[in-house]
């Protein structure tokens, strides 16, 4: 009875680590397509993800975060993913981000764990692949079909290019055994202290008072929810019912979030959506579904973290 009661916790946090990952795509294109800038959504990101995990850090770890294998997986996870991103995030709708993101993390980090580190893979987890790039194909093509605006095809660029960056970063926070709360606060701390004073000096800004709603909002998804309540979520949830478990469950983001993005920003909907969304989620479920042979302890894989 203990053991079913801890297993229906370790799905409730894994669900709760589904619907956070969900939102976080809902809310960064309303910050997209708010009055905010991309450079502002970054900035307001990791000053209250650093603002928060500061004490956390000084108080409780009080680890090397000037090692040069924390800083540049920081650098990567944290400044170069979210420049990408958010900038993504601007010009390509929600939905599009529901497929490309969580659609291609597993598949890069499969491809980069296979050809850099040699990783030994899976045959279904290559099927999985598979599916998978069918499933993008499918909805890259519908710019070929209905004349899309071409702002629409440079965000789904940088979507990609932030899945690249976070599926570099994943695996390398696993190889080099980098664990899940070291990769979090040293991603708000060393990207808040390089980025923030570029952001001042150089970068381009619109925050106002008038937009204190949404830099509200996005200061309490972007550096609470999904920093740092997602990961503990995700962590305690692979602890309890493991990778393979949680990762299958991660699968149905692509839905949710497409569905969500239809639904609350009204956004449209075609068959090139609908087909990238179900071959992307089946692609991902299958890669998830099927471990990497050679499968490194629980603790390692926690570091794979998927948020984003």
Same mark, same amino acid.
């Given at each position: 009875?203990?053991?079913?009661?801890?297993?229906?916790?370790?799905?409730?946090?894994?669900?709760?680590?589904?619907?956070?990952?969900?939102?976080?795509?809902? !809310?960064?294109?309303?910050?997209?397509?708010?009055?905010? @800038?991309?450079?502002?959504?970054? /900035?307001?990101?990791?000053?209250?993800?650093? !603002?928060?995990?500061?004490? =956390?850090?000084?108080?409780?770890?009080?680890?090397? #975060?000037?090692?040069?294998?924390?800083?540049? *997986?920081?650098?990567?996870?944290? #400044? /170069?993913?979210?420049?990408?991103?958010?900038?993504?995030?601007?010009? /390509?709708?929600?939905? $599009?981000?529901?497929?490309?993101?969580?659609?291609?993390?597993?598949?890069?980090?499969?491809?980069?764990?296979?050809?850099?580190?040699?990783?030994?893979?899976?045959?279904?987890?290559?099927?999985?692949?598979?599916?998978?790039? @069918?499933?993008?194909?499918?909805?890259?093509?519908?710019?070929?079909?209905?004349?899309?605006?071409?702002?629409?095809?440079?965000?789904?660029?940088?979507? #990609?290019?932030?899945?690249?960056?976070?599926? @570099?970063?994943?695996?390398?926070?696993? $190889?080099?055994?980098?664990?899940?709360?070291?990769?979090?606060?040293?991603?708000?701390?060393?990207?808040?202290?390089?980025?923030?004073?570029?952001?001042?000096? /150089?970068?381009?800004?619109?925050?106002?008072?008038?937009?204190?709603?949404?830099?509200? *909002?996005?200061?309490?998804?972007?550096?609470?929810?999904?920093?740092?309540?997602?990961?503990?979520?995700?962590?305690? &949830?692979? $602890?309890?019912?493991?990778? *393979?478990? =949680?990762?299958?469950?991660? &699968?149905?983001?692509?839905? @949710?979030?497409?569905?969500?993005?239809?639904?609350?920003?009204?956004?449209?909907?075609?068959?090139?959506?609908?087909?990238?969304?179900?071959?992307?989620?089946?692609?991902?479920?299958?890669? $998830?579904?099927?471990?990497? #042979?050679?499968?490194?302890?629980?603790?390692?894989?926690? &570091?794979?973290?998927?948020?984003?």
């Amino acid at each position: 009875m203990k053991n079913t009661i801890t297993q229906r916790k370790g799905y409730l946090f894994a669900l709760g680590a589904v619907l956070i990952w969900t939102g976080f795509i809902v !809310v960064s294109r309303l910050g997209g397509i708010s009055q905010l @800038l991309p450079n502002d959504v970054i /900035a307001i990101r990791y000053a209250t993800c650093a !603002v928060l995990l500061l004490p =956390v850090w000084w108080f409780k770890f009080r680890f090397n #975060i000037l090692n040069p294998k924390i800083i540049c *997986t920081s650098l990567i996870g944290g #400044i /170069a993913y979210a420049s990408c991103a958010f900038r993504g995030f601007e010009l /390509a709708p929600a939905s $599009h981000a529901a497929v490309l993101l969580p659609g291609l993390m597993p598949l890069f980090i499969t491809l980069l764990s296979r050809f850099i580190f040699k990783d030994k893979i899976k045959r279904s987890s290559w099927i999985g692949v598979g599916v998978i790039t @069918l499933g993008v194909l499918a909805l890259l093509g519908q710019n070929q079909s209905s004349n899309t605006a071409s702002a629409v095809g440079t965000g789904q660029l940088w979507l #990609i290019f932030a899945a690249f960056f976070w599926a @570099l970063f994943s695996v390398l926070v696993k $190889h080099w055994k980098i664990s899940p709360w070291e990769a979090t606060i040293s991603l708000a701390l060393v990207s808040s202290v390089i980025y923030l004073p570029i952001y001042l000096v /150089a970068l381009s800004s619109n925050i106002s008072l008038s937009l204190w709603k949404d830099v509200l *909002t996005q200061a309490f998804y972007q550096g609470f929810l999904a920093t740092i309540i997602q990961m503990l979520l995700y962590v305690r &949830a692979v $602890h309890i019912i493991g990778p *393979t478990s =949680v990762g299958t469950m991660m &699968a149905a983001v692509p839905i @949710l979030a497409s569905i969500s993005a239809i639904i609350f920003l009204n956004e449209p909907s075609s068959v090139f959506l609908a087909t990238g969304v179900v071959l992307v989620s089946i692609g991902s479920w299958i890669s $998830h579904a099927s471990p990497r #042979i050679n499968q490194k302890p629980r603790e390692e894989l926690v &570091a794979s973290l998927s948020d984003k």
